[in-house]
Nanobody, 118 residues
Framework: QVQLVESGGGLVQAGGSLRLSCAAS????????MGWFRQAPGKQRELVAL???????NYVDAVQGRFTISRDNAKDAVYLQMNSLQLEDTAVYYC????????????WGQGTQVTVSS
């Protein structure tokens, strides 16, 4: 069983930046993919960014060019650098991991709140 713990959320003005971190209690090297999801009030949870074990990344269109996902296998951590934050980025952000590409996500963090103010 692997635990994922997010940190780095908070309150930021529109146009600002935040860096989210996700620390795993075990090795992340065996995960096929790790991702960041978000859920805004009244909306479904959506996949924001994904990174594979090979380092390939994918982003939802709304954050393309503003967010960057990265992973550090040596530190068993995944990061989400968020720049040019917009009001619509306000949500709870969750880290997730899975062993196989086509399978459901195996592990989830508890979430960290990101609030973007005007």
């Amino acid at each position: 069983q692997v635990q994922l713990v997010e940190s780095g959320g908070g309150l930021v003005q529109a146009g600002g930046s935040l860096r989210l971190s996700c620390a795993a209690s075990g090795s992340i090297a065996s995960f096929n993919a790790m991702g960041w999801f978000r859920q805004a009030p009244g909306k479904q949870r959506e996949l924001v960014a994904l990174i594979t074990s090979g380092g390939s990344t994918n982003y939802v269109d709304a954050v393309q060019g503003r967010f960057t996902i990265s992973r550090d296998n040596a530190k068993d951590a995944v990061y989400l650098q968020m720049n040019s934050l917009q009001l619509e980025d306000t949500a709870v952000y969750y880290c997730a991991a899975k062993y196989y590409g086509v399978s459901p996500w195996d592990y989830w963090g508890q979430g960290t709140q990101v609030t973007v103010s005007s």
